[in-house]
Every structure is written in C-alpha cells, then in structure tokens.
C-alpha cells in the first residue's frame, strides 16, 4: 500500500499508483500545495465546506465532504476530480448535491485533501480547492467521550453560495428561534413550551439567510435530506465568522442516520432522539468551552392542548386533579398494529387484561384515527398508558403525551430510556413480550406510582 492514504481492510485504497499523479509528466499536479493569494471571484470554482482546515475528524459520521459549487453545473459542465494525498479518488462526483463519505475505516494521519473541476472536455477548469485535516478514529471507537472537536480555521464562505443575508443584529437577551422548515410534524407548541422564556423571536425561513447575535436554529432531518447540505454549511458557518451565538435544533433523526458532522460549528446542540454515540446526553466540544449536546423527549403531537390549556398553572392543576383512582380505564392503547408484531403482541396480552380500552388505527386511513381532543380524553381518564415502541425507534410520543395527562406510561426494558431520562427515572418497564403486564397491573399501586411520576 501507500503511505498515509485511505486504506482498506485489503491494503488497497481510494485509488493506485496508475491514477497517482505524475509530477514528471505534469509539473502542475501538485500546484495544488502552493497557497494562492490571487483568487477568482467570477469564474467556476469549487469550494470544500467539509472538513474545514486543520479539523480533527474522530467519529465515522464526520467522514462526510461537503462542497459548494459556483458557474459550474453537474454533470452538464463535467465533474469534480477529488485526490486524497496526491491519490484519485475512483469515483468522480457528478450529481449535486456535492456530499459523499469518506471510507469508515480510513487510517488515523494527516490529509491532503483537493478538488478539481474538469470539463466535459477533460480540461481542467478554475483554481484546485484545497486543504488539510486530520483523522483520529483509534480503532473505530464507538463513543465521543474524552474526545474534542478541534477546528482552527472558519473558510471564507463565498458570498455565491449564501442567499442574501437578513441580519437582524443583536435583539437582545432572549433566543432568536428560526425554524428552517415547516411546521414540524410534533408541531411548534411542544418546542416553544420546551424553551419557554427563552425565546425572544420567532421567524420561519427555509431560505437560511436569517442571522441573529443569539439564534437557535432548528432543522428537521427529513426536510434536510432534500437539501443541498452545503446551504446548511455555509449558513452555519456564516455564523461563525460574524462571531454570533448559535445553537442547533436538530429534530428526527429517528435512525441515527443524519450527519452531525455540523455540531462543532455551534456553541450547542438539542436535539430530540437521544444519540448513543454523543453519550449519556452531554458532550463538551466545540469552538466553545463547554459547548454541549443535550437530549430531550418527542414531547406530544400538534394540538394536543388546545387554547383552553394554554396556562401551564391551571393545566397542572387539572391533570393533578384527576387522581387515578378517579379514572375510569385501567389502561389504554391508541395508535397502529398493522406490520407491528411487537404492538400486536402487547395487544392481545392487554385485552386479556379487563378494563382497558384500545383503538386500532390504520396507515393510510385517515377516518381511522381519532380527533386529537378524544385521544387526550382517552389519556386523561386512563390510569395506564400502554406506550410500545416507535415506527423505527424505542420512544414514541405516547410516553410524553402519557405524562402530560397524567397517565402512568408502561415501556419495554430498554437502556435507552435510563439514557435520555436519568436512571432514576419512575416508569413502569415489561420485557419486549409484554408477558410481564398482566402481573404489572395486578400487583401496581397506580395512586402512588401516578403521584411519583407527577413529582418526577
């Protein structure tokens, strides 16, 4: 193999000495390495927005590049050429978005790094884009902890890559919150609610040229996969170099497979869906000192509190108020069983259970789901919510919805839960069967366990 390059299991690499560049033949190859002062603000041009300059890459999902592209189109106008320590990369990029990952098992070492433009003609156009990173994955370790985000350098992020900015200065104490999207699918008002006081302003724009002195952006990670990731990169980034307090909001990313290659461009992190690689909920990082990545619940569905519970004091009030030996169901399910053997399972160990009460809704069917007011009926006159695994994940927002009315939630076993809420926390757990329920339920002191879960 060859030193320092991406390398493989096999010994093999991004590229081969047929494809190293030959300085003998083209003494401009490693033109690259000299750094220009002379820059071209017209022509094409390719700019690396991942890795930045000197960042130490030391997580698998941070081996992403990101690049934005100006007066050059893919595949119409050609490609980009991409060499890794003088090496080419196999595969040319042709599509845009510009992102692609980088080998997860690459070696530790410094990088070279450089982009080229090659047109249709095979001639390369405009100046080479590069730099240099480091990577530290030690034997792909599976956690952040111990570990720092290092970065020395914010790019010149080139005004053709950014809309027009609407900088609204410095508005004071209180958060700026921009939401990036539409209205996400949990609604606003769990969010808002969340922050509270915090928030000083709102604004909506999916454009991402809002900047404020303190501003908490919020993305969701469906709406991002439809996006070029360099507009994020550069609207963060455009933070940075005005020296602005940012935070992100980073919602749904329910698999664990969005990019958090972006975190160290801000002073913190929220975000919904606890991370098992970002640790027990808190990781200090960041250009920052004591920058922070902090998890929290799904919380509960849009309209769950309509405007007759708006008052927090008096919410509190009457749900405290509807003790459980005052609540007529024992227990409740609401939600999907279809292609869900899990949720089918815990059903037909619930209805064996007298006292309950169940409603089966259906994908896709629209008139099978119940009003939101009549599902938080059903919650508050239940001393038991049953709250079984998500679509693709353990949590599920019947847990939030569940606490909000003050019903006791059940759950699977599961470590996550201890993760996100604390090892103390006072849920009810059964094992992924759900045979344990009907012994649950028979032997549960539901008055003191609801006061529990309420003081908690």
């Known amino acids: 193999g060859w ?144 570990k720092k985000w290092v970065w020395s350098t914010v790019p010149q992020v080139p005004d053709f890559l950014l809309p027009p900015a609407n900088d609204l200065g410095d508005t004071g104490a209180g958060l700026t919150l921009v939401w990036t999207f539409a209205t996400p699918e949990g609604g606003e008002d769990w969010i808002v609610e969340l922050l509270g006081s915090l928030i000083q302003d709102t604004v909506h724009d999916p454009t991402l040229s809002t900047l404020a002195r303190n501003a908490l952006i919020a993305i969701d990670e469906r709406e991002e996969r439809g996006r070029d990731p360099a507009l994020l990169a550069c609207y963060l980034l455009r933070f940075r170099q005005k020296g602005y307090r940012v935070g992100l909001l980073h919602l749904g990313d329910e698999v664990y497979s969005a990019p958090i290659y972006m975190y160290p461009w801000t002073d913190y992190v929220l975000r919904n869906y606890w991370h098992p690689d970002l640790h027990d909920g808190g990781l200090e990082y960041g250009s920052q000192p004591g920058g922070l990545v902090l998890s929290f619940p799904l919380g509960y ?100 919805e569940a606490l909000e009315a003050g019903s006791i939630p059940i759950v699977v076993r599961d470590p996550y839960f201890a993760s996100l809420l604390g090892p103390n926390h006072p849920l009810p757990t059964v094992d992924e069967e759900w045979s344990e329920l009907p012994g649950l339920l028979a032997t549960l002191d539901t008055t003191h366990k609801q006061r529990q879960c309420v003081r908690w």
């Open 3 to 146: 030193e320092g390059g991406w390398g493989f299991s096999d010994g093999s690499g991004w590229g081969d000495s047929e494809s190293e560049y030959n300085t003998e033949s083209d003494p401009s190859a490693l033109g690259f390495l000299e750094r220009k002062t002379e820059v071209d603000t017209t022509g094409p041009a390719v700019v690396i927005l991942h890795p930045l300059e000197g960042q130490v890459l030391f997580h698998r999902s941070q081996l992403v590049l990101v690049a934005g592209l100006r007066n050059f189109s893919l595949p119409a106008d050609g490609r980009v050429v991409a060499h890794v320590n003088g090496f080419r990369v196999e595969e040319d990029l042709v599509q845009v978005p510009l992102t692609t990952s980088f080998p997860l098992n690459a070696a530790d070492g410094l990088y070279n790094l450089t982009l080229q433009l090659v047109g249709t003609d095979g001639v390369r156009v405009g100046q080479v884009a590069h730099i240099e990173f480091f990577i530290e994955l030690e034997q792909e370790a599976h956690s952040l902890v111990d």
């Open 301 to 400: 569905q849009a309209g769950f509190w309509d405007a007759d519970f708006q008052d927090l004091r008096e919410r509190a009030f009457f749900v405290d108020g509807r003790t459980a030996n005052s609540r007529r169901y024992l227990w409740n399910f609401v939600g999907q069983i279809q292609d869900k053997p899990g949720r089918a399972q815990m059903l037909r160990v619930a209805k064996e259970i007298p006292g309950g009460i169940s409603h089966v809704t259906i994908a896709g069917k629209e008139e099978s789901d119940l009003p939101v007011a009549e599902y938080r009926v059903i919650l508050l006159n239940s001393k038991v919510t049953l709250a079984p695994r998500g679509d693709n994940h353990v949590e599920s927002r019947r847990l939030s």
